[in-house]
């Protein structure tokens, strides 16, 4: 060896500037320093440059390995698998036959009690990797994970046992961080709403009045849409006709739909207490049309937390999705 090489452990000398830091890095990719640190130690995935002052740093083609490594965990591939087949892709060779076969499988659905960056609980195993994409920004994976869990699961288990269990993480973070991972919220909430809109089949035409649609809206004021969006999804996915009004529909509004389109159910969503109203849902009940002898109206469902402190008589209470699926089926299918 020459003597004017470097030792192989020695990592080569950059600028002062050049190469990011495990800090920096950490944050970028949304996990732990600590993690970063022990993938270096363990698997060999670590900074390969030092600064003049002897510090070291992650160079392009670091972070391009460590990224890929992260990718790859998040399918549930082992650490020291997805290690040897980032430092192959990196390096232009092709990974071992059984991490490709591992990559394109979809992420198991066992139980998972390590969330990495946010604070999951006994979830399934795929809300890790999701929230794993979610705090990375990483859009093409969220997108995919979220697309996969909608064809395994169908909408409702996957709206409310990945996607839920995960936005209720990102909240619970952002409301115990000072403001931080807003962005990681927006995003996720993004990329949930986009798959929502694109599992659901194109809208069914209604020749109305009384034709056995189903009217969705959220209450005056309220804003959270991603639940009635789940809905909306599955309800299109049972070959039911449904027409989604969205946001903080004005009470006239909701009022006009109604005679207009004489559905046989309206589902009025509220997330906060103060805006689920119940002279709101009474109203809706208490709407008619048709000809006199043969009139009729809604039945009513009311969904979100806001309504647990108020139930109006003669309104339906779904538990969940699936339960509102159930019901609202039931109702399409007797009118």
């Keep these: 060896m020459n ?10 000398a950059v600028p002062g500037g050049a190469g990011l830091t495990t800090g920096v890095l950490a944050r970028r990719l949304g996990v732990s320093p600590m993690t970063l640190r022990s993938w270096d ?27 890929e490594m992260c990718r790859l965990t998040t399918t549930g591939i082992p650490p020291a698998d997805a290690a040897r087949a980032a430092r192959a892709a990196v390096a232009g060779r092709s990974p071992a036959p059984e991490v490709i076969a591992a990559s394109a499988l979809p992420p198991p659905a066992e139980r998972s009690r390590a969330a990495g960056a946010l604070p999951l609980g006994d979830v399934r195993q795929e809300c890790r990797g999701l929230a794993r994409a979610a705090v990375r920004l990483d859009a093409p994976a969220l997108e995919k994970q979220l697309l996969a869990a909608v064809e395994r699961y169908g909408v409702a288990v996957a709206w409310q046992e990945v996607m839920v269990p995960t936005l209720h993480a990102v909240g619970r973070r952002w409301a115990s961080s000072e403001d931080r991972y807003v962005e990681v919220e927006h995003l996720l909430a993004w990329y949930v709403s986009t798959v929502l809109r694109r599992s659901t ?23 959270h849409t991603l639940p009635l969006e789940a809905l909306h999804a599955a309800l299109g996915r049972e070959g039911l006709p449904v027409r989604m009004l969205g946001a903080a529909v004005p009470v006239e509004a909701l009022d006009a739909a109604v005679r207009r389109l004489g559905p046989v159910a309206v589902v009025l969503w509220a ?19 048709g000809m006199k002898g043969a009139r009729r109206g809604p039945v009513v469902l009311l969904g979100g937390p806001g309504w647990s402190r108020s139930r109006p008589a003669g309104v339906l209470r779904p538990a969940g999705l699936a339960q509102a699926v159930e019901a609202l089926r039931a109702l399409c299918t007797a009118g």
């Design 201 to 223: 089949p194109p809208a069914l035409p209604v020749a109305a009045p009384a034709a056995g649609c189903v009217l969705l809206a959220c209450a005056p004021d309220e804003q």
């Design 3 to 12: 003597s004017a090489e470097p030792p192989p452990s020695e990592p080569p």
């Design 41 to 67: 130690r363990r698997y060999g995935i670590g900074p390969t440059a030092r600064t003049e002052g002897g510090h070291r740093r992650w160079t392009a083609a670091d972070v391009a390995t460590v990224e």
């Design 271 to 289: 997330q906060d207490s103060a805006r689920a109203v119940p002279a709101l849902a009474r109203h809706v009940a208490g709407l008619r049309w």
